[in-house]
Every structure is written in C-alpha cells, then in structure tokens.
C-alpha cells in the first residue's frame, strides 16, 4: 500500500485569539466623571461670584440683611455643587465633602443670624473666605478638576484667599470699606475658580482614565 500523505494539524494558541479579538470589538466611549450639568452649575456659579465680588465693593452697610441673605443662598448653592461632586468623584472625595460642609454651615449662619452677621460683620466674612479658599486649596488636587498649570492658578486663588481672610479674622482696625474691597476681591477670584474647573474639568476627566 502506498504511504497515506501526512495531514499536518496546525494548533492555534487560543491566547494569540484574545487580542485580535479585542480589537474588533468597538471601543466604549470614556464617560467623564463630572457630567455635564455638574459644569454648567459650576460656570453658573463662577458667574455669580464675579457679580457678587462687584457688588461687594459698593454695597451700603444698611444692605447688610440682603447682603446676608445673598451671599447665603450663594453658600447654600455651592454646598449643592460640592455634593454633587462628592457623589460622582473618584479621587478624593473628602476634598467635596468637607467644602459641603463648610459651605452649609455659612451659609446658614449668614441666613439665620443676621444679628451676629451685624455685630461681626468682619469675622464673619473673614471665615466665609478661610472656609472657601480652604476649599480651593483641597480641591486643587483632585485630578479630574485641575491639573498642570490649572492647578498652579487654584493654588494662587487658595493662598490669597487664606491671607485676605486670616486679615479680616485676626486684625480690627480696618474700615468697612476696607472689608468690601477684600470681599469683592476674593469674590471675584472664587469666580474664576469656579469657571476655570467648569472649562477644563471635562478635558482632565477623560485625561485621567486613560
């Protein structure tokens, strides 16, 4: 008889079949973690705060209870927007829920005591600017807000704030109107912050799962 042709069986290494086919299947689109309308109620209140930070520098101290219950509401708005963004983040989340918290408490503070509001007007906003630029400073390292030379920027807005602040806590002799600019400035400078996460924290979200 004659020699049957050998048939050779060519073995496959199912591991080699993995990657092909993972790359034929279509890639899901990254999600940011901070959504869409998180941005906007952040540009929304980056807006706000440069309005507000105006009016502070021409305010009349008689206007002292609207003032109160203004920069109160505000209060209450970005403790909203933190817990927003402690119930979305990743990376440190404390960062969000301590800025709540603070924010929360000023801003009942500034709504419900308007009589402790008017006899320490100065200590009191000198702890609504420590408590956000304390904020600031804690939310300048979470990487899906600011990162690069955003960060840097945050960095500025915290430490200003921190020095305006202590100023207004610590020392007595300064004027009313002395107050108003300090208000108005770090106001302004909050508003920048604001906006500066709404633009770039989509672009640094999807940086940051890659």
């Keep these: 008889m004659a020699d049957l042709p050998e048939i050779k ?105 308007q009589d402790f509001t008017q006899d320490f007007i100065g200590l009191v906003f000198g702890f609504w600017i420590l408590f956000n630029a304390t904020s600031n400073l804690a939310q300048t390292w979470v990487p899906e807000l600011l990162i690069g030379w955003q960060r840097l920027v945050g960095l500025i807005i915290g430490a200003v704030g921190l020095a305006l602040g202590l100023f207004l806590v610590l020392f007595t002799g300064y004027t009313p109107h002395n107050m108003q600019i300090i208000l108005g400035v770090y106001t302004d400078l909050l508003g920048i912050f604001f906006l500066l996460v709404s633009f770039f924290s989509h672009k640094n979200d999807l940086n940051s799962n890659k």
Excluded: C
Excluded at 21 to 36: A, D, E, T
């Design 9 to 113: 069986h060519e073995t496959t290494n199912s591991e080699d079949m993995v990657p092909s086919r993972l790359s034929k299947q279509p890639q899901q689109s990254q999600k940011p973690v901070i959504s869409y309308f998180v941005r906007k109620l952040l540009a929304a209140a980056g807006v706000i705060s440069i309005i507000l930070g105006i009016f502070a520098f021409v305010f009349n101290t008689e206007w002292l209870l609207a003032v109160s219950i203004i920069f109160g509401l505000f209060s209450i708005f970005i403790a909203f927007i933190d817990l927003m963004l402690f119930s979305n983040s990743v990376y440190l989340r404390g960062a969000h829920l301590m800025s709540a918290l603070l924010s929360a408490v000023m801003g009942l503070v500034l709504l419900f005591r």
